[in-house]
């Protein structure tokens, strides 16, 4: 296999983005969160929407004090979320809670802490300037004011501000339905496929294992990582080494899912079907073959029907091609399928720690290392053994995949190195 055979990583990305094809829809507010804004949000409404209290104390009017009144006769409350029709004249005040709106005749709030109260009548013990401790409205934003932006990823925060500006619905790019095929006679699964089952689906198949079996790490890797995306309502499937069953699999999940990930069946051997399965199917083949190691043999088609698309991602059989492709290359599709606008990953450069060695290649190397912050707050990015692309066992020390360019002289291996964080420590 020569050079000139394969694509690079960031050709790959480019496909990525040229053919991805996003849906637009509109969604309530209640179910926008984890997708990307499809068209600018405008403010309705000014914030706040009247002036308010910001604190517990009396509302009363600044020109009596300016006038040298300190003693003023209560005359009723206010409390957060409830109209008070009294209108206050000099000398009188009401009591007012944080939220409160300013009854007329006052527009300033002395707050509780500088009062004493005796039969009905407050003394002021602080003298106070024009609009203390008031919110005015709109002071926060006017009406016609931008709150997001078309392509800003919808978190926990922008919900809650998009609320309080009273946004109800949302106009979003869709998140796509994705079908997950394992290939391989020789996987035994320790996933219950049925969980993921649809009406009307074929049966699955599951696999005990024998010892010429392996265990199945795949299924499990990928149905986690996306559900850690955000996604739900996985299609998953086993799938044997037979044209038929291959057919039949890669045929129903292109025709109902937006994404297919597959692993194994791309390379060159006699029972790697779902290359040419696809392309029986209608598939247009896009790429085969990146050069970065591990994941060579990656594979992107794109599958157009009745005025639809799907996208089949092809990925190696090794579950640590499979996990580097996960992080580069998934989730690169993913997000150019749902409107981020920039999808590929988000590098950060690490120093290589003192005395580590990389090994040169013909590929750029995606490698698990580990990520540690060091007491002046540097980043230092070690190498781990066993990078085999079958062997799965540094994960439970990785943190980073990293990102090594080709480079033929050691005196040219870099200092610094291209990281994406892959472990999301909980906060609680």
Not at 41 to 62: E, H, K, R
Not at 67 to 96: H, K, M, P
Not at 370 to 383: K, Y
Not at 404 to 428: G, H, K, R, S, W
């Amino acid at each position: 296999m020569t050079q000139q055979d394969m694509i690079s990583i960031d050709q790959a990305f480019e496909f990525y983005e040229q053919y991805s094809v996003s849906s637009i829809y509109t969604c309530p507010l209640s179910e926008a969160h984890r997708h990307y804004l499809a068209q600018d949000v405008i403010s309705q409404i000014a914030l706040p929407l009247f002036d308010q209290s910001a604190v517990d104390g009396y509302a009363l009017s600044s020109q009596d004090i300016l006038d040298g009144i300190r003693q003023f006769e209560l005359l009723g409350e206010i409390r957060a979320g409830v109209r008070n029709s009294v209108a206050v004249t000099t000398g009188q005040c009401l009591r007012i809670f944080t939220g409160g709106l300013l009854a007329a005749g006052t527009d300033s709030v002395a707050r509780q802490e500088i009062v004493s109260l005796a039969h009905g009548k407050i003394q002021l013990h602080q003298t106070i300037e024009k609009g203390c401790d008031v919110r005015y409205q709109g002071e926060e934003l006017g009406v016609g004011t931008v709150l997001a932006r078309r392509g800003q990823w919808l978190n926990s925060g922008l919900i809650a501000a998009l609320s309080m500006a009273g946004v109800t619905q949302l106009s979003v790019y869709r998140r796509p339905r994705i079908a997950v095929l394992i290939t391989g006679d020789e996987v035994a699964t320790t996933y219950d496929p049925a969980q993921y089952s649809r009406v009307g689906d074929p049966p699955k198949t599951s696999i005990d294992r024998e010892d010429h079996h392996v265990y199945d790490a795949n299924a499990p890797m990928i149905l986690t990582w996306l559900q850690a995306q955000g996604y739900a309502g996985i299609y998953l499937e086993h799938v044997a080494d037979n044209h038929e069953a291959v057919q039949r699999a890669l045929s129903n999940a292109l025709n109902h899912y937006d994404v297919v990930i597959s692993t194994g069946g791309v390379s060159v051997g006699d029972y790697d079907l779902i290359r040419p399965v696809s392309k029986t199917l209608g598939a247009e083949e896009i790429f085969w073959k990146v050069a970065q190691k591990p994941g060579k043999p990656m594979y992107f088609a794109r599958y157009q029907h009745a005025g639809r698309h799907c996208y089949l991602l092809g990925l190696p059989g090794n579950p640590a091609a499979v996990w580097v492709a996960l992080w580069v290359h998934v989730a690169t599709l993913l997000n150019a399928l749902q409107g981020c606008p920039s999808a590929r990953p988000r590098w950060q450069m690490a120093k290589l720690k003192t005395g580590n060695i990389l090994k040169m290649d013909s590929r750029e190397q995606l490698l698990r290392m580990r990520l540690d912050v060091d007491a002046h707050g540097q980043g230092i990015v070690s190498t781990l053994h066993k990078q085999q692309s079958h062997m799965l066992s540094n994960l439970a020390t990785a943190n980073v995949i990293a990102r090594i360019p080709i480079f033929n002289d050691p005196q040219q291996a870099p200092d610094y190195i291209a990281c994406i964080p892959t472990v999301a420590e909980p906060l609680l």
